[in-house]
């Protein structure tokens, strides 16, 4: 069975202090891994999709790398409009179609 | 923009009052889904559509249905929501089905039952 677990469940940051949300993935066969933003009460906001090991993709102050086991996705010098739910999902090779399997969040707070 | 729209946003509903959540994509993507988010929890996907077919997820309870008239359009039926059915409706959309396809979220309907 595909797991995804996200750590820590929550993370508060002073604003310019930098930090990485873990992502550990356990699939049959890696098909993509994708990162998104969820706001309170919003839906969840694409941010990244990782296909192979190595693989890196940056935008603005985050950057998301790749392992055959895990993902990071490291926050630069945050400002308080990065807090928000951040969401690791991944679809496996051996799943039907475009399934995604979603981690719990790791919810981020940045205070000013 | 291209876009996955909702309506409504928030929505109250009586227990066992039928109840329909709307979405509407202007990305002319190929396939819709439908997922249920309840607080801080991980979205569960219910069903999807690949163009005109339905496909169900197993463990979809049956009070919950879905239609897709067109392209642009799907929409949530739940047949008499009960209190553990309150929680965040998501519409998604991606253009295909068999590679990896990036899903987009439409903002979600809060569904509140009393």
């Known amino acids: 069975e595909d797991q995804v677990t996200q750590s820590p469940e929550a993370l508060r940051l002073q604003e310019g202090e930098s930090s990485s949300l873990n992502c550990s993935y356990t699939v049959s066969g890696l098909r993509g891994l994708f990162w998104y933003r969820q706001d309170p009460g919003k839906g969840p906001e694409f941010l990244f999709t990782?296909?192979?090991a190595g693989e890196e993709k940056e935008k603005e102050r985050l950057k998301a790398t790749l392992t055959k086991k895990e993902s990071f996705l490291h926050i630069t010098a945050p400002k308080p409009e990065d807090s928000a739910t951040y969401l690791c999902?991944?679809?496996?090779?051996?799943?039907?179609?475009?399934?995604?399997?979603f981690g719990e969040g790791t919810q981020l707070t940045v205070n000013p | 923009d291209a876009m996955v729209i909702q309506n409504p946003r928030y929505q109250v509903t009586q227990f066992g009052k039928p109840v329909t959540l709307s979405c509407s994509q202007t990305l002319n993507h190929n396939v819709m889904y439908w997922y249920q988010q309840k607080s801080s929890q991980a979205p569960k996907l219910l069903f999807h559509?690949?163009?005109?077919?339905?496909?169900n997820e197993a463990d979809t309870p049956d009070n919950f249905q879905s239609r897709r008239p067109n392209t642009s359009f799907c929409f949530l039926d739940i047949r008499s929501p009960g209190l553990g059915d309150a929680a965040m409706y998501l519409c998604a959309t991606s253009r295909g089905f068999g590679g990896a396809e990036t899903q987009y979220f439409g903002p979600g309907t809060r569904l509140l039952v009393l």
């Open positions: 559509y690949y163009d005109k077919d339905f496909n």
């Open positions: 999902a991944v679809q496996a090779a051996e799943t039907s179609g475009s399934r995604l399997t």
């Open positions: 990782l296909y192979s």
